[in-house]
């Protein structure tokens, strides 16, 4: 997947939020767990996002099961989970 910087900047933005953290204290490698203290509301709290924003259905799957969650970084959950964001108008997948 090809990462358009633009694109990574916004989820980082998007994951600060989540994580009630400076915008500029995080970076595509903060880690989700150890940098940022994610817990279970706030990866649920970024399963909608994916699914909602970024198009992906199987983060959560893949967390839950799949991946060790305290090496997840930003960076590596949006090339490996996030889809280009939906546009204004455009209809949701199915």
Do not use: K, Q, W
Request: charged fraction near 30%; proline fraction near 6%; avoid cysteine.
């Amino acid at each position: 997947m090809t990462v358009d910087p633009t694109e990574l900047e916004r989820f980082v933005e998007e994951v600060a939020e989540i994580a009630a953290a400076e915008p500029a204290s995080v970076t595509p490698e903060s880690r989700l767990v150890d940098d940022l203290d994610f817990d279970s509301l706030a990866f649920a709290e970024l399963a909608v996002l994916m699914m909602e924003r970024h198009r992906s259905g199987n983060f959560l799957a893949a967390v839950s099961e799949e991946v060790d969650v305290r090496a997840l970084t930003v960076r590596s959950v949006f090339e490996n989970y996030a889809r280009p964001p939906r546009r204004d108008g455009e209809p949701a997948e199915a």
